[in-house]
């Protein structure tokens, strides 16, 4: 029984033998993005767990051509490496960057959005866990409104954090960038198709997917991917794309899944009060009013 | 070989302009401008044939080069002061990585309070990040140094990154005229980047790795041998440098009328010239003076300070930088060349110049009375006296 | 093609390299002991669809003849594939120590 997304991916595995946690979310999205990217990516990953998991010597789990890059500079040296491949006059390689969600919308974003205002031939691919969890699950600004992180303590006086994600994609359009997209590691298939677009348009190309992270979210292993599936359905997160100056959304629930039944799965929102439960409802309801009305369908 | 009259600044561009770096990535300021703006225009006018990235911040410009140098190009920047300590983080990535960039920085003051003039706080704050350091004392041995960099950078045996540091503004903006050596002799003296450290494509390579406590000292250990063997690097480069171009260098220090001298002012950069002026005019009166500029503060030379002091009956530091709770830096490493030969010669230490403060003629033949007479171990040049510094 | 665990492990001083590049895809050690659980494919079942391939984090199923073959070496248990699997062809059972 053929499977065309398999079909389409190389057969080669490039992050293998990886210390990542058992069904960890960020490694699938790294693992599936390699194959489609080949042999001749050369990937760039700031310090996180992605590096941290890969790159002890002498056990070195990318099969392709990969560095860690400091903290900030993943986009900084992607950028490097594109430029010094390009004058060195390589021509067929992706510069590719997979870093996390402290890496990317903290202490990287500035590096990013110089490599996305010089339209930088790289791919960067954000794998969102929603906190630092590198370092032990603290809070970083893609944590969820109301997730328990070891830095947002769930007490009887705060109820973990404070505040919203930051909106990392549309930051990225912002910048007018070539493409930019949303995905899941919920729909491989989806993320793997705009892995593969990215790869065929030149200039700077941004990818936010959703990773979840088994210890951080408070989850079991096995339920990795469907959890990811279940934040597209009850509408906390989207899969979209930005492309010539106008959004496009790829996938509109039919009627949204429970909220509250996605949030209680998980140990990081299982503080969460009938009345927090509401406010996430009504901040997903906002920002979905503001979908319909100007993303394209 | 062409004359131009040329700033520092201008003058190390056209050292790079020979250098054929690919990569260029750097970010402006005071006063380093004047080296990236000129590369881009070489890069305009198709003089020099390389990227220009208009890097976003110092920490992505040596990122960048990083980047470049781990794709086998040969990589530059150029920064300052706040720039340099904004990069810190990738002074030590790169010199760990044994990536052999070079980086010119315009030695400048350190805020707060802000002040954009020279003094040597910036790279001597950095002397542990595993970078050679050298210090130019004027515009040709800039564009000089400019050119041997990566051929000492680059060597297998040394595989360090190049900090070639001008003092900001008096050097840096200070026009005179220079010989440029020729493109032919220029490639000839340098030929590409060449490494195994690399990214590859027929064989991939993981770089940038952790190395967990059994073998991390050992990468650690290797890249301080790396650096101590940048000694002989250099004078051999500067051997062949001579033979080329002409100009010849004398390695780690320069010696002044030190054969027979009793008192020694032990300085680096720009401000060696009028130490060197001062000896000569006390010396018509009788006072054996002399003058050793360090030109490499790593490697730090060690047994050529402790040659050249050994007979002296004492001798200053003077520097524009204090490490604060102690002394200045360098003062701080050439007592310790000196311990380590078992010298024993009285030493004083002269903070100067901070902030871009004159040192005048008047102030160094004070330093040379001050060191014969015998004075506090750490002095800032002018506290405390008539005007009490200003 | 996947990588391989290698035979050399131990670096003497010598073979440290000089710098921080290395052969990628080189490796020490399996991953077969944080297990507590382990897939295993009912070939009666499986169907080849790929699923499971698709949605191991590990990279360690592949397709031989037709069905679904599991690297035990970097399996760590995680049991997305028996999850994934709509015809439950892949059990998790408990490791035995």
């Known amino acids: 029984m053929a499977n065309k997304v398999a079909e389409s991916i190389s057969r080669e595995e490039f992050f293998y033998g990886h210390k990542a946690c058992a069904g960890c979310g960020g490694s699938l999205a790294v693992r599936a993005a390699l194959k489609v990217l080949g042999p001749n990516a050369v990937s760039v990953l700031p310090a996180g767990c992605m590096s941290a998991v890969g790159f002890n010597f002498p056990q070195l789990c990318f099969s392709n051509n990969s560095i860690i890059s400091t903290f900030a500079g993943t986009a900084s040296m992607l950028t490097g490496v594109e430029a010094g491949l390009r004058a060195r006059g390589f021509k067929d390689f992706t510069a590719v960057g997979f870093a996390g969600d402290g890496g990317t919308a903290d202490i990287g974003i500035q590096a990013l959005s110089g490599a996305i205002d010089r339209n930088d031939n790289i791919i960067y691919i954000c794998y969102d866990n929603e906190a630092y969890m590198n370092t032990g699950i603290q809070k970083s600004g893609l944590t969820p409104f109301g997730a328990k992180t070891t830095t947002t303590p769930a007490g009887s006086n705060i109820h973990g954090n404070l505040h919203n994600k930051k909106n990392m994609f549309e930051i990225a359009a912002a910048h007018d960038i070539p493409y930019a997209a949303t995905a899941s590691i919920g729909n491989i298939p989806d993320f793997i198709a705009k892995v593969k677009k990215a790869s065929q348009i030149k200039g700077t190309k941004y990818i936010h997917v959703i990773a979840p992270c088994p210890t951080g979210w408070g989850v079991a292993p096995d339920q990795t991917v469907e959890i990811a599936k279940e934040v597209v359905e009850s509408g906390l997160w989207y899969l979209a794309e930005y492309e010539n100056g106008t959004f496009k959304l790829n996938y509109k629930p039919k009627e949204f899944s429970s909220v509250e039944a996605y949030l209680k799965k998980q140990g990081r929102f299982k503080h969460l009060t009938d009345d927090d439960i509401q406010i996430i409802t009504a901040s997903r309801d906002k920002k979905w009013e503001y979908i319909n009305r100007t993303f394209e369908l | 070989m062409s004359k131009k009259f040329l700033s520092g600044n201008e003058a190390f561009a056209e050292g790079i302009r020979l250098a054929c770096p690919q990569v260029i990535s750097a970010y402006p300021i005071t006063p380093q401008t004047i080296v990236v703006e000129r590369l881009s225009e070489m890069v305009e006018d198709g003089s020099l044939s390389a990227e220009y990235v208009h890097v976003e911040s110092e920490h992505s410009a040596l990122s960048c080069a990083i980047g470049a140098s781990a794709a086998g190009a040969r990589a530059f920047t150029a920064t300052s002061s706040q720039g340099l300590l904004y990069m810190a983080e990738c002074l030590y990535y790169a010199s760990g990585g044994r990536f052999p960039i070079v980086m010119m920085n315009a030695d400048r003051s350190t805020a707060l309070p802000w002040n954009i003039y020279g003094d040597q706080r910036d790279s001597l704050s950095q002397l542990d990040s595993g970078w050679i350091q050298a210090y130019a004392e004027n515009a040709q041995e800039a564009l000089d140094l400019a050119l041997m960099s990566y051929k000492i950078a680059e060597d297998k045996r040394v595989s360090t990154p190049y900090m070639a540091n001008l003092d900001g503004f008096v050097l840096t903006h200070t026009y005179e005229t220079v010989d440029i050596p020729e493109r032919e002799q220029a490639d000839k003296f340098l030929p590409a980047y060449e490494t195994d450290n690399r990214i590859d494509f027929d064989n991939p390579k993981n770089m940038a790795f952790s190395a967990g406590p059994d073998t991390n000292y050992i990468f650690k250990f290797k890249e301080h041998e790396g650096i101590l063997a940048a000694r002989d690097v250099i004078n051999e480069t500067e051997k062949e440098f001579a033979e080329i171009f002409g100009r010849e260098y004398s390695g780690l220090i320069e010696k002044y009328r030190t054969d027979d001298a009793e008192y020694i002012i032990v300085t680096l950069g720009s401000i060696a010239g009028l130490c060197r002026e001062t000896a000569d005019k006390l010396r018509e009166s009788g006072v054996k003076a002399g003058v050793v500029r360090i030109r490499y503060m790593r490697p730090f030379p060690n047994a050529e300070i402790a040659e050249v002091l050994r007979n002296a009956k004492a001798y200053a530091v003077l520097e524009k930088d204090i490490s604060f709770g102690n002394e200045g830096t360098v003062f701080t490493n050439v007592n310790s060349a000196l311990k380590k030969a078992g010298v024993n010669v009285s030493g004083y230490n002269f903070i100067g110049g901070l902030g871009g403060r004159n040192i005048s003629a008047g102030d160094i033949e004070n330093i040379y009375n001050d060191i014969i007479n015998g004075t506090d171990s750490v002095n800032f040049i002018g506290i405390g006296g008539e005007d009490n510094g200003k | ?97």
């Open chain 3, 1 to 97: 093609m996947r990588p391989y665990v290698r035979e050399k492990k131990d670096f003497t001083f010598d073979e440290v390299p000089e710098n921080t590049s290395f052969e990628a895809g080189y490796l020490t050690t399996v991953n077969s002991g944080w297990r507590s659980i382990r897939p295993v494919i009912s070939t009666n079942k499986c169907v080849g669809c790929e699923q499971c391939y698709l949605y191991c984090p590990d990279g360690v199923i592949s397709i031989a003849e037709g069905k679904a073959v599991i690297d035990y070496d970097f399996c760590k248990g995680c049991g997305i594939c028996a999850k994934i699997c709509r015809i439950g062809a892949i059990e998790m059972e408990a490791e035995r120590k």
